[in-house]
């Protein structure tokens, strides 16, 4: 099993700029989370999914901000246009059905110059 | 108020010792807790998870849960510089909401 695989590792951009993450879960997990981590502020849940439906997305901090999750293992998180600000490392998780337990991917760290 | 609260540290202890982490939550409903081992540059990794009052331990590791307090806790015994790492506590609820962390340092 190659684990949940997120891409680009590293992204930087210039503000204004379009950026797309991408997730592949762990095949056969139900449950797609995606998190923020900074130093200031910690890791903060964006958005989860479950069966590919967005359950909560109160964690999106803005309409810049935006996920999809078209089939089963691919998700996306889209930020249009990118600020200073959003530079962070965005990790992907996701958990098998039943289970509580998280698997993260290796995260995406992303700047925003 | 933070739905999960930690000791922010940085905590530091000499080789051998005991490290203690503490972890305090706000949900009354949250029924699953874990802790997660951060390496710098690295992904979060589960080290242990507890569903029920009481301790329970894994090698040198033991989880402490107080659901009437709300608090939970990870006992580190016989520290190593390997335990060098962030301690992320994992609270679920109707999602899973992560502490911001307490760094620990073992000294060699």
């Known amino acids: 099993d190659a684990g949940v695989i997120q891409s680009p590792r590293h992204e930087v951009t210039e503000m204004g700029q379009e950026v797309t993450l991408r997730c592949k879960p762990i095949?056969?997990?139900?449950?797609l989370f995606w998190y923020r981590q900074t130093m200031m502020r910690g890791l903060e849940l964006l958005i989860y999914f479950n069966n590919n439906v967005p359950i909560d997305d109160s964690g999106m901090p803005e309409d810049r901000f935006s996920a999809k999750m078209p089939n089963a293992s691919f998700s996306t998180l889209k930020i249009q246009p990118s600020e200073p600000r959003d530079s962070a490392v965005y990790f992907c998780?996701?958990?098998?059905?039943?289970?509580?337990?998280?698997?993260f991917g290796a995260g995406s760290r992303l700047t925003v110059l | 108020q933070k739905e999960v609260e930690q000791n922010s540290g940085p905590l530091s202890v000499p080789e051998g010792a005991i490290a203690s982490l503490n972890c305090t939550y706000s949900?009354?409903?949250?029924?699953?807790f874990f802790w997660y081992r951060q390496y710098s540059g690295k992904s979060p990794e589960l080290i242990m998870s507890i569903y029920s009052n009481g301790d329970k331990e894994d090698g040198r590791f033991t989880a402490q849960l107080n659901k009437a307090s709300q608090y939970v806790s990870l006992l580190i015994r016989d520290s190593q510089p390997s335990d060098s790492a962030t301690y992320l506590c994992a609270v679920k609820g109707n999602d899973m909401r992560f502490g911001a962390g307490t760094r620990l340092t073992v000294k060699p």
């Open positions: 998780a996701s958990s098998a059905p039943g289970a509580n337990v998280l698997t």
């Open positions: 949900d009354r409903g949250s029924q699953s």
């Open positions: 095949s056969g997990h139900d449950y």
